[in-house]
């Protein structure tokens, strides 16, 4: 099965993204990953938590600030990202 595809509001048309793939995760002791697709502005968005970084069925963002942006539309008030 192949991997989700990264996502990023930040880059310009034409402008490669980095490497990097930022998760958005849990601040518990034991991380678990947020479990969505792309949350849409102005749309309430649903999750749900998985225990594995499991690259098929995340989404991930492509920078930090895209990041930051779908814990907002999620409405997480704790989060952190992994960035793999």
């Known amino acids: 099965m192949s991997r989700?595809?990264?996502?990023?509001y930040v880059t310009k048309p034409g402008q490669r993204m980095g490497n990097s793939?930022?998760?958005?995760?849990?601040?518990?002791d034991a991380v678990q990953f947020y479990l969505f697709?792309?949350?849409k502005e102005g749309q309430l968005a649903h999750w749900s938590l998985i225990d594995q970084l499991d690259r098929t069925r995340l989404q991930g963002a492509g920078d930090k600030d895209t990041a930051k942006?779908?814990?907002?539309r999620l409405g997480l008030k704790n989060w952190s990202y992994v960035r793999i």
């Not at 793939?21 to 518990?28: E, N, S, V």
């Not at 942006?69 to 907002?72: H, I």
């Open 37 to 39: 697709d792309e949350p």
């Open 69 to 72: 942006e779908w814990a907002k």
């Open 4 to 8: 989700k595809q990264t996502i990023s």
């Open 21 to 28: 793939t930022y998760y958005l995760a849990t601040t518990a």
